[in-house]
C-alpha cells in the first residue's frame, strides 16, 4: 500500500501540472491605512425601502474589496477581461421576501 502511495505522490510532483499560487500586491503600511474605511454607522437592519440602496452600497464595497486586493498577476490582465469576469456574475437578489417570512422581524419592517 505505502508503495503505491509513494508512486502516486511521485507522479504529482513529476506532472507537468502546475496551479500559479496567489501573490498579492505588496502594500505600504501607509496604503494600508489610508484605505476607505467601513463605517460602523446606521441601523441593524435595513426598511423595506431602504433595501436597493443598501445592495447598491454592497456592489460598491464589493467592487473596492475586489480592487484593493487584487493580485499582481490579475492586474496583467486587460481591463476587458476583468470586466467581463465581473459580468458574469450573477446578479444580487431582491431580499424582501426573507424579510417577509422572518417571523422575529418587527411588523413596521415586514410592511412593503
Known amino acids: ?3 503505491i502511495q509513494r508512486e502516486s505522490q511521485r507522479m504529482v510532483r ?3 501540472a502546475c496551479l500559479p ?7 505600504s503600511l501607509i496604503e494600508f491605512l489610508n484605505r476607505k474605511r467601513v463605517s460602523a454607522g446606521g441601523p441593524v437592519t435595513p426598511r423595506p ?3 436597493d440602496s443598501v445592495v447598491q452600497v454592497l456592489e460598491d464595497r ?4 475586489e480592487e484593493f486586493f487584487k493580485s499582481e ?3 496583467s490582465q486587460s481591463e476587458n477581461e476583468i470586466g467581463d469576469n465581473f ?3 450573477p446578479p444580487l437578489r431582491d431580499h ?3 424579510l417577509e417570512q422572518n417571523e422575529f422581524a418587527p411588523a413596521n419592517l415586514v410592511q412593503v
Open 96 to 98: 424582501r421576501h426573507l
Open 73 to 75: 498577476s490579475e492586474e
Open 49 to 51: 425601502k431602504d433595501v
Open 14 to 16: 513529476e506532472s507537468s
Open 62 to 65: 464589493v467592487k473596492e474589496i
Open 21 to 27: 499560487y496567489h501573490k498579492p500586491k505588496q502594500r
Open 87 to 89: 459580468e458574469s456574475l
Open 1 to 3: 500500500m505505502q508503495e
